[in-house]
C-alpha cells in the first residue's frame, strides 16, 4: 500500500491494465495449446488423420509414461542436456573471448574476418564424418558440433556489438586519457549488454541444433538418438514423444536467458 500511494491514480490505472492485458495473453496462450491439441487428437480419434503417421497427444502420453517407467525419458534428456549445456556455454565463452581479441586487433580482424564468413557459411553437417574421425563416436563429438555451430555466429554478434559501440563516446573517453582497457571495461562491454543477450538466446537454438544435428550422425543415447532410431522401426509415437520433450527443454533453457536478462536489464 504504501509503494501504491507512490503513484498517481493514472498510473496505477496503467498498471492495472497492463497486468489485465498481460493476463489476457496468458490465457490465450494456453487456449491456444488447448484447442490444438485437442482437434489433433478429435482427428485422431475420428480416424480423420492418420494416427500411426501422425501420432497424437493421447498416444504420445502414453509412449512418455511407458519411457518414464522404464527410466529411459530421464537418462536420454540428461544425455542430450549434458551435450547441449557444455556445448552452449563453450560457443557462448570462446565467442565472446574471439569477438573481444577481434575488436581489440584491428589488423587481426581484418585478417581473420575473412575466414569466419566462410566458417559462418559452410554447411555444419559437411564436417561430420571428419569430426567423428577427430572426437570418436562419442559425447566428444555432438558437443563438438554444438559449439561448431554456436562459436562462429557468437563471433559475429558480439563483434558488431563492440564495433557499434558510439565513437563519440570513445574519443570523449580517449580526451579524458582513458587507455584501451579502461574503454573497453567502461564502455564497449556494458554498452554491449543487449547484444550480448540477444546472442544468449540465438545460442539457445544453434545449440540444440548442434546436439541433435550432433546425435543423428554418431549418438547412441539422447533424444535425437530416440528420434532417429524411432523412424527407423517406424515408431513414429516415439519420434513425437521425444520431439515434444525437445521443445519444452528448449523452451525452459530460452526461459532461463530471458530471466537473465530480466535480471541484468533491473540491476544495469
Not at 219 to 228: H, K, T
Not at 244 to 252: H, K, N, S
Request: with cysteine; aromatic share 10%; charged share 15%.
Amino acid at each position: 500500500m504504501t509503494k501504491e500511494k507512490n503513484f498517481s491514480k493514472e498510473h496505477l490505472l496503467f498498471i492495472k491494465k497492463n497486468k489485465k492485458h498481460t493476463l489476457f495473453i496468458w490465457i490465450m496462450r494456453f487456449a491456444v495449446l488447448v484447442f490444438t491439441l485437442g482437434l489433433w487428437e478429435l482427428l485422431a480419434q475420428l480416424e480423420i488423420i492418420d494416427s500411426f503417421i501422425s501420432s497424437s497427444p493421447s498416444r504420445i502420453c502414453k509412449t512418455l509414461g511407458s519411457l518414464f517407467v522404464e527410466n529411459n525419458l530421464i537418462y536420454h534428456m540428461g544425455i542430450t542436456l549434458y551435450e547441449t549445456i557444455l556445448g552452449f556455454l563453450i560457443a557462448v565463452g570462446l565467442g565472446y573471448v574471439i569477438a573481444l581479441i577481434l575488436w581489440w586487433s584491428e589488423t587481426t580482424r581484418r585478417i581473420l574476418e575473412p575466414y569466419v564468413v566462410v566458417l559462418n557459411s559452410l554447411p555444419k553437417i559437411a564436417l561430420g564424418p571428419i569430426i567423428i574421425v577427430w572426437c570418436g563416436s562419442g559425447s566428444k563429438a555432438i558437443i563438438f558440433m554444438a559449439t561448431l555451430i554456436g562459436i562462429i555466429v557468437a563471433i559475429i554478434t558480439m563483434l558488431n556489438g563492440f564495433l557499434e559501440t558510439d565513437k563519440n563516446k570513445i574519443l570523449l573517453l580517449k580526451s579524458m586519457g582513458a587507455n584501451k582497457i579502461q574503454i573497453l571495461t567502461k564502455l564497449v562491454i556494458p554498452g554491449s549488454l543487449p547484444t550480448f543477450i540477444s546472442m544468449l538466446k540465438i545460442s539457445v537454438g544453434l545449440a540444440w541444433v548442434g546436439s541433435i544435428m550432433g546425435e543423428y550422425l554418431v549418438s547412441r543415447a539422447g533424444l535425437g538418438y530416440l528420434i532417429v532410431y524411432g523412424g527407423q522401426v517406424f515408431k513414429l509415437d516415439l519420434v513425437m514423444s521425444a520431439t515434444v520433450v525437445l521443445c519444452v527443454l528448449a523452451t525452459l533453457m530460452y526461459s532461463v536467458v530471458a530471466l537473465i536478462e530480466k535480471i541484468a536489464i533491473k540491476h544495469r
